[in-house]
């Protein structure tokens, strides 16, 4: 068993990627300027409960810095609070390049954050690394933008892909589909569509409904009308909430062999803990559960310095969906930097395009546009959950990989009613 | 013209200049996304004063109007390919149309309800972008706005100075309806709305006018926006902080004239943009609360009459 | 896209939409009945009284954390929000009515910087996550034939309509209660009659301000809430009070239900995603249609 130090440093090690030459050539540029890397983060307005991966983002310069940062240069985080709201994302990202003069820059969270930042990227030829927004390349095509996030290529259309493909092996005809009436979810559900049809499903309800909606009945019930085989959902936490509730109240077709998809709430503590064993047999996308094919050392050391710090802050203590990859953010910038010796945006991209890179999440490589080579959404099932006792979800076997098939660890558990029951 | 009319106009000519020149002497584009910012709220608190400050009718929806013309204007630019100017233009009589409607439906019988159905107006615009698939509804748009012309080094800074011209003709009006027969017919309004219309003012259609007027004006302050962004969607258009800006900033610097609310926009608006670079936290909303409460409580003028009266005390 | 054809035909779509309808409209009623004190029979613009009402779902949702039920947790609340009311009133006064009359811009803008802090006082103490009160008839349903009525909705719907009749009992068949309805047209025959208009409109904004509390019972328990979530329910409360005609609390019950079952219908049977913005269009057909019938008794 390896001392806590020890682990810090292999940690570190890892973090920086092709670390050690640069190490060795660190004194003659030990009296260099800070390397900076600039963000925007929300930690105000609707979307501050992703403020959280900060914590990532801190993590990770604390690694890097205490085994000599990156090319013997200290590295230096500059953040700012963009509010949650686009219109102050152009004024920060010109603040981060022309007045602190970032070497690299992450993107803000989402796609509807990070839309405004795409053209100005592109136009200074900047390099910059992508957090969490869906298909947030696939206009611009600019290339030197790379996702964190395991979305893989076409997200906006392939993200949920693996919702499909499991009702696909059950024998689904008929799909039901309802999005909140915001961005991610949105695409999601449109992105769910093309695919059910591209299987040969049939559509036979589909409705976004508008943010803040807190009564579900009458939609369940239309979708009870409708008599779907599968229903694919893509909503935002407080509809998450109401519409497990709802399907409670309401009570569902025993002919619906799978439910969920693309829920936002499932996967943080508050929620998890809130609902319980209500949320029995639920299919729900995510990017890391601790289950045995996922869980190594070096993502466990990660959430065993996460946890704490997450408590004393008052956000998510699990930490499960966002945080790990803020910090492989960070990794990837890392590898760019070291493995092209430079801060040049140009050969830090050449590098990330032709190099696979060692994270906290597994193996990486980039497509021409910056999505991951392959797509790596987790769908989960919900099981054995009892009572409201949050410390469940931190063990194996609670979130249960149905897809992708590489990191499987159990078959899905149907029809939902009969899940549902435990 | 009087004498105060040509030193006015003089000085909006300057600073057009100024603004023309500015982006080839301060090289670093930083300043002008931020002298954007601080200008279209400029826009935005000078034509909420025509109808709040000179008629005394409240607005609650200027975030209403602003969208509606961040809609269009992108609209007609993406799909119709329609010059920049002409997606001003059309933004700012879109706004007139619509603050007439409001005004219409509203007006005749009291301020109150007026007010109340501003704060409905957002609601309703939002909804009805929501569900049009051609505007991107909830998954916005990207928008590539023109390329500069020759006479700006770049996108920000060309943004910058339509914003200034914007934001320049804003102002002109504004006090050209304060010194003229519609200013004066508004402050009969504004006193007291019985004797005005005794003594044969045609209120309603001077209340209506000044409807459009600030409609249009609101409009046109959002007609660049998706050029700024690139990208537009519904919760920032008609984002709350901006109908709560547009009253915030005339309330501090004073509604009676012109002055007021650009002052109160350059003070508020620049306060706002260094916080969100430095300490940016749910507290700037709050001294934004406090602030509001502070002026109406005690300061109910705003600065433009406080730094007046200390003046007249100077004087005499 | 929408799987129509079928669902215009079934009868218990219908039935269960009316149903629903009435139930939210029954809560939009016990939110809007503070409004129709303070604006509909004060006329005083209290554009606070939704966040009013979301601090006390967050008052409800503190006490609930401890077991508490939250009626119970309402009932509890009604003393401090009286007070709090009392305390706003007074502050109010001092600045507006001293100075001879408040004007309306003045007063909306009070109202609206109040709103404001008390939003950012609720987010800085409790963040701006959504809460929730788990309580055990919350995820249950009564059934009765084709009708499914979820607990959620019927507890704080058959709550709403004894607060209102309580109120208005109040409002009706006291002393008191007749001062207050008075008080806004006759403060001088008040005087005379040896009563204190202040102190009456004093007590009338306490009245207001305490039905928020049982108003954010009701909220928190039909769904999760924030601090912002009053936004959402301003145009609504207003529309229900303004077309009610002023003042009038059986009215605006009646209002708020068409107003519950207008929403209801059209997110069934159109989309729901058009059905935040039926209050509002309401409001404006009404303001359009009838403005003198419907406030020819305000001034």
Known sequence: MKTRRDFHKLMAATAAGLAAPAILGSKAFAQDKPIRVGASVSLTGPLSSTKNGLIGYELWRDDVNAVGGLLGRKVELITYDDQSSAANVPAIYSKLVDVDACDVLFSPYGANLSAPVMPFIKQRDLFMIGMFGLAGNDVARHDKFFHSGPWGPNSGRDWARGFFDLARAQGVKTVSIINADLEFSKNAAKGGAEVAKEYGMEVVFNQSYPPNTSDFSSIIRNINAADPDAIFIASYPADSTAIIRGVKEIGISDKVKIFGGCMIGPQYGALLSSLGPELNGLVNSHTFVPEPTMQTPHIKYFFDRYTPIALKQGVDPLGYYIPPFYYVAGQLAAAAITGSKSVDPAKMAEFLHANTVDTIAGPTAFNEIGDWKERRVLMVQLRGIKGNDLEQFRSPGRQVILDPPSLKTGDLAGPYNKARAG | MTKNSILFLVGIAIVLVLGFLMPWVLKNPFYFFVGYVVLQYVTIATGWNILGGYAGYINFGAAGFFGAGVYLSAFLFTTLGLPLPLCILAAAIFGAVLGLLMGYLTLRIQGVYFAIATLGLVVVLETIVHNIPALGGASGMAVYGPRQPFWSPGPSQFNFTVMLIIAAAAVTLARFVEISWIGRGLRAVRASEDAAECSGVPTLRLKLLACALSGAVLAAAGAPYPFYTSYMEPVTAFSLIIGLNAIAMPLIGGTRSWVGPVLGALLLASVQQIATVTISSELNILFVGLVLIAFVAFAPGGLAELFGRKQRRARS | ?299
């Open chain 3, 1 to 299: 896209m929408l799987a129509q054809g079928p669902i215009m035909l079934s009868i218990d779509i219908l039935v269960n939409a009316l149903v629903t309808g009435i139930l939210l409209g029954s809560v939009y009623a016990a939110l809007a009945l503070g409004l129709a004190i303070t604006f509909g029979i004060l006329h005083i613009p209290n554009i606070a009284h939704p966040t009013l009402v979301i601090a006390g779902a967050f008052f409800v949702y503190t006490l609930a954390q401890w077991g508490v039920d939250p009626i119970l947790a309402a009932l509890v609340g009604l003393v401090p929000f009286y007070l709090l009311g009392v305390a706003l009133y007074l502050f109010y006064s001092r600045l507006f009515e001293r100075r001879g009359g408040a004007n309306v811009l003045q007063s909306l803008t009070l109202f609206f910087g109040l709103s404001l802090v008390i939003e950012i006082l609720l987010a800085l103490s409790f963040g701006s996550e959504l809460k929730s009160v788990n309580v055990f008839y919350i995820g249950s349903s009564l059934r009765l034939g084709i009708l499914t009525i979820p607990y959620r909705l019927l507890i704080p719907a058959l709550l709403a309509p004894v607060m209102i009749g309580a109120v208005w009992l109040y409002l009706s068949r006291t002393n008191t209660g007749t001062a207050i309805r008075a008080v806004a047209h006759e403060e001088r025959a008040l005087s005379i009659a040896g009563l204190n208009p202040a102190s009456i409109k004093r007590h009338a904004f306490g009245i207001a301000t305490a039905t928020a509390v049982v108003a954010g019972a009701a909220l928190i328990m039909v769904g999760p809430i924030e601090p912002f979530s009053g936004r959402f329910q301003i145009g609504r409360v207003f529309a229900i009070v303004v077309l009610a005609g002023m003042g009038s609390i059986p009215g605006s019950l009646v209002i708020a239900i068409v107003i519950g079952i207008s929403e209801a219908l059209v997110s069934s049977y159109l989309n729901p995603s058009w059905s935040p913005g039926v209050a509002f269009a309401i409001l404006l057909l009404g303001l359009a249609l009838r403005p003198q019938g419907l406030f020819g008794a305000a001034r």
